[in-house]
């Protein structure tokens, strides 16, 4: 019915509400007449995936509609396998920290299946989660793809260019899942890397806290 896309020139998604707005006028419709809202849940930004999902769960609260979470890898994947005919798809990303998320799928009854769960994993290690007949896509591919191309044995298909999930493969998916039964999963961002705890440099009453020794 209508798709918005842009590149993100300002921090903290700035052009997030502007945008929303055009795509509604443009569908000539209303956050009220939308019977079940989506969204990608991740890997992703840390703060992009936040301001995502408080925008959706937004729009949604107010006539309480429901909101549909996946994952936007499984999204990327789907969209591989489903525009490209392909019969298995290894989602890799860039976790920093020297080491990679990476997430399988495949092709089935017109849904995807997890071949492989989301998991991290090092430089050194990839090859040995590679295997033949799969196709492997990145939304990083401008920060990791020409170490993907040196790391992939012989015989593995890589899409050389970035990819990303877009909201039309999150709908369509969310869509599908929907008729098929299936529930959302957690409205919450998919975060691979555990918790960093930071001890605070501040007291409450403004005073600097010594480190420990």
Do not use: C
């Given at each position: ?106 092709s089935e009854n017109g849904l995807t299946r997890t071949a492989i769960p989301f998991g991290l994993t090092t430089w050194d290690e990839l090859p040995g989660k590679l295997h033949a007949g799969a196709t492997i896509v990145s939304p990083d591919w401008d920060r990791i793809g020409q ?67």
């Amino acid at each position: 019915i209508a798709e918005r896309m842009w590149d993100e020139t300002g921090a903290r998604n700035q052009q997030l509400f502007p945008a929303l707005r055009e795509l509604l006028d443009k569908a000539g419709t209303d956050p009220a007449s939308i019977d079940i809202f989506a969204v990608g849940l991740g890997p992703g930004a840390f703060s992009g995936l936040r301001i995502s999902l408080s925008a959706i769960r937004g729009m949604a609260l107010p006539d309480s509609k429901p909101v549909f979470g996946l994952s936007s890898a499984e999204a990327l994947a789907w969209d591989v396998i489903h525009l490209e005919k392909r019969p298995s798809v290894l989602v890799i990303g860039d976790a920093r920290r020297n080491s990679l998320w990476i997430a399988g799928f495949e092709s089935e009854n017109g849904l995807t299946r997890t071949a492989i769960p989301f998991g991290l994993t090092t430089w050194d290690e990839l090859p040995g989660k590679l295997h033949a007949g799969a196709t492997i896509v990145s939304p990083d591919w401008d920060r990791i793809g020409q170490k993907l191309l040196a790391a992939a044995p012989q015989g593995i298909e890589i899409i050389q260019k970035r990819r990303v999930p877009t909201a039309r493969a999150v709908a369509r998916l969310a869509l599908a899942r929907t008729k098929h039964g299936d529930p959302s999963l957690p409205l919450k961002p998919i975060y691979l890397h555990p918790p960093v705890n930071v001890a605070p440099r501040f007291a409450e009453d403004g005073s600097a806290i010594a480190p420990e020794s």
